[in-house]
């Protein structure tokens, strides 16, 4: 299953991050985190079974599970980044950022895949979770780029598959442009879902830059795994550019094209993320849906 393709690499990632054992005492909240993630995935496997089963009340508890624990995990996230001093503050701090962003990016591919399987309420709360996790993997890929220098060599090495592996969304949005069916869906869950797509693509374009820009930083160790990253992550953008002129109904000859630095994501030293989607703008008013920063 793809979600656990993705925690395995995932696994293998806090692995190469994990601290040494002289400083357990001081990574409660790194263990802390992991045991959160390891929560959330085992309530995600739980709401696709139900929803492949049409259990919809199983489903829905699966999901508040999941959410509580991608809150939780997100807090003590934030707690390690905040008590993180010199190299081996880093590391942890890379850990616990890895672990969340991964999860998170694992959700995505569940929720984004599952979204038009359901209805009602459980829908809407879907939609507000995909946007939710596409938020902190953006989040996640931001403060991994940041602290890929400050990390010794074999997690400079992780980092970078993670980064990579944030930045290949193209069948998430895919996804999310098969379940925008006009007349079909509420309008909460419609604006949920545009800016959905907008984060989407906006990772993807930061995450192909920041792959970038790391070419030329990264050791020896790591550069091999960057190259492959970002062959990995362009490889994408034809599909995605051919995913977005049939959300427009029409190959349009001026799509703006990805890949380029059009998306951004921003953090805010409090947490807080905002998405602006600058490059793709040409298509309005050309697709049935509004992009957030359009």
């Not at 602006?276 to 509004?290: D, E, F, K, Q, S």
């Amino acid at each position: 299953m793809k979600v656990h393709i993705a925690l395995a690499s995932g696994a293998l990632a806090v692995a190469l991050l994990a601290p040494a054992a002289a400083d357990a005492h001081k990574v409660s909240s790194s263990q802390s985190v992991r045991a959160h993630v390891g929560a959330a995935d085992r309530a995600l496997v739980q709401f696709q079974a139900s929803v492949q089963t049409n259990a919809d009340t199983t489903a829905a508890k699966a999901l508040a599970r999941n959410r509580r624990q991608m809150r939780a995990a997100s807090r003590e996230t934030r707690r390690v980044r905040s008590s993180a001093r010199g190299a081996r503050g880093a590391n942890r701090a890379a850990a616990a950022t890895l672990a969340l962003g991964l999860q998170a990016d694992a959700n995505t591919a569940v929720l984004a895949d599952l979204v038009d399987e359901v209805g009602g309420p459980l829908q809407a709360d879907v939609a507000l979770a995909l946007k939710a996790d596409l938020l902190a993997g953006a989040g996640a890929l931001e403060v991994l780029t940041g602290l890929i220098d400050e990390v010794p060599a074999s997690a400079q090495a992780a980092i970078a598959q993670a980064i990579g592996a944030l930045s290949q969304a193209q069948q998430v949005v895919t996804d999310i442009v098969a379940a925008l069916k006009p007349g079909q869906l509420t309008a909460q869950v419609q604006q949920t879902l545009t800016s959905s797509l907008g984060i989407a693509i906006a990772t993807i374009d930061a995450g192909i830059e920041r792959l970038n820009g790391l070419v030329g930083m990264t050791t020896a160790v790591a550069l091999p795994l960057v190259q492959q990253a970002l062959a990995t992550a362009t490889a994408q953008l034809q599909g995605l550019t051919q995913t977005l002129q049939g959300l427009a109904g029409t190959g349009l000859p001026g799509l703006p094209l990805l890949g380029g630095g059009s998306g951004s994501v921003e953090i805010g030293i409090d947490g807080s993320q905002s998405v602006a989607v600058t490059g793709l703008c040409g298509l309005v008013p050309a697709l049935p849906i509004a992009l957030p920063g359009c």
